[in-house]
């Protein structure tokens, strides 16, 4: 068996394409929506492994008092790739786990701040990046909601300056 077929197999068992996902909701604050357009379609990556025995399935958004939610589902719960827009206006897409924010994912708040990278039970949990309005952005590892270890502040006129946060810090 060649390299070229071994890696094939490996790809063909471990990881499945992930299809294009398009939501159809969309935020009730214009700010937040010029904004996701300024960003871009937002890039779910890879299939988790975690979700690769699962079966989800796509139903027409769903409308609460508190939320929009236009996604996948697995035993009546947000399960897989989908977008959540809050009454407030706050928007979250990426992937979801029981329910919670989890894996990878992109949230814009009402005020413009933006959080993309690693959730874990509804908290930035890895490596991220968060933007403030002002253009300004902090990279780096998030643990339960916080910056967390050794991080770069980097300001829209290109300063940069490496940080070495404790836990449960405030960023800015």
Not at 14 to 22: G, N, Y
Not at 76 to 82: F, P, S, T
Not at 94 to 116: L, P, S
């Amino acid at each position: 068996m060649s390299t070229q077929s071994r890696a094939d197999t490996f790809n063909h068992i471990r990881v499945r394409p992930t299809p294009p996902f398009i939501a159809i909701i969309h935020s009730p604050d214009e700010h937040i929506e010029q904004l996701r357009l300024l960003l871009g379609p937002f890039d779910f990556g890879r299939t988790p492994d975690y979700y690769l025995d699962k079966y989800q399935e796509r139903k027409p958004p769903v409308h609460t008092k508190s939320y929009t939610y236009d996604g996948e589902y697995a035993n009546a719960l947000k399960e897989g790739r989908g977008v959540l827009v809050s009454r407030l206006g706050s928007l979250y897409e990426g992937w979801f786990k029981g329910d919670r924010f989890h894996f990878r994912g992109r949230m814009i708040w009402q005020d413009g701040t933006v959080y993309e990278g690693e959730w874990e039970d509804d908290r930035q949990h890895g490596h991220g990046v968060y933007r403030l309005i002002n253009g300004n952005r902090w990279e780096g590892r998030f643990k339960k909601g916080g910056p967390v270890g050794k991080g770069k502040y980097v300001t829209i006129d290109g300063f940069e300056d490496e940080r070495n946060f404790g836990e449960n810090c405030i960023i800015f």
